[in-house]
């Protein structure tokens, strides 16, 4: 098939996967509300249009989370992407590096920190979930940093994993083993389980050597999701703030107050997020929420965003409305599912050539500019829900 946008990387993908791991990662909670909102809100922003403005090629780099990128978008964690393809953290890692832009490695992979950077040198951060296991969680943070991890997102949304109704109906969330009705279902998408069998049984390398997980992908997932710590807290935030020196971002905020909160007690920044809609249905979309966290925390702060990125143009929006840059999840992740490494690349470049076309119909000539003149480029249409 020809793929020209996201959306056929999507349908790509869908062709490519079996059914649940699809559906794992398209999906949202319950209604899927949240999910849909973080789409449509978009379209209540518009582009102002200048034209004669004597553009030449605009320049796409910016700075965020201390460093100048490429691109004004990363790619953020999302779990368990060598499962979509074999090595596809590693392949998202490289996808990543030659771009010139980060990958942040989630702590639901299939390949641990140290097989990422043997695969990359390029900039690598790393997504905490807090477990109620804190020796293992100790763990997880020296290998990021024997990594070389510059930045950790410690994601702050997953007091409880929401019910994800795709996964309930494909008998995904109680799944631990290989059934006979999935491998059936497996086996009726032979690139994909070709691909992935050549690797051997998946599993989760940074809880291999503790059998209290199980063993295998499936079972690991279950078990890690389990011991994802309901009782963190402000304080627990500020502990990790005293343990790890580098860049520490708070990941899921979506409120003015708690923006505020964690400005307060010193992260480095905050990643506007909601999950992708698969947490908390019916919580407002990313893009609606970040007016309101900028004017909270003020200029300074770094704020990054996700949620619904699907067009070069929902980037320029998000930029234009306060974020200082953009994480990437289920975007790049059908680019992975749908062909591995060279698929994280193109849906890279699919964004990476819209980004330039819109701000070139725009007449503005950079990142820069348009993050200083936001409310020039981009225009409030309607009042938001
Ligand atoms: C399949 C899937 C797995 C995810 N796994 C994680 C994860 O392990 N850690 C995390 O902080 N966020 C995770 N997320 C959330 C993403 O980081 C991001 O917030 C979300 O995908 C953004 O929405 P978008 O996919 O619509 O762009 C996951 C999202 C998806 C779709």
Known sequence: MTVVNIDDLREAASRRLPKLFFDYIDGGSFAEETYRRNREDF???SLRQTVLADSAEPDLSTDYLGHRHALPFM?????????????????????????????????????????????????LHFQLYVLDDHELGEQFLRAAEDAGAEA???????????????????GFRSLTRVSPRLFASLCGKPAWLFDIAQGGMPSVKAVEHRPDFGSGALEQAANLSRRIDKRLAWHDIARLRDRWKRKLVIKGILSPDDAEKAKAIGVDGAVISNHGGRQLDGATSTISALPGIRAAV??????????????????????????????????????????????????IEILRQEISITLTLMGCGSIGELKSKGPHFVLKTKPSA
């Open 43 to 45: 379209s209540q922003l």
């Open 75 to 123: 790619l953020g964690p999302v779990g368990f992407l060598g499962l979509y393809s074999r090595n596809g953290e590693q392949k998202a890692a490289r996808a990543a590096d030659a771009a010139r832009i980060p990958f942040a490695l989630s702590t639901f992979s299939i390949a641990s920190l140290a097989e990422v950077r043997r695969a990359s040198s390029g900039i």
């Open 152 to 170: 950790l997102y410690v994601t702050v949304d997953t007091a409880i994993t929401a019910i994800r109704e795709r996964d309930v109906r494909n």
């Open 298 to 347: 003020g200029p300074d702060f770094t704020l990054m965003l996700d949620g619904g990125i699907r067009r070069g143009s929902d980037i320029i929006k998000a930029l234009g409305s306060g974020a200082d840059g953009v994480m990437l999840g289920r975007a790049y992740t059908y680019g992975l599912a749908a062909a591995g490494q060279s698929g994280v690349a193109q849906a």
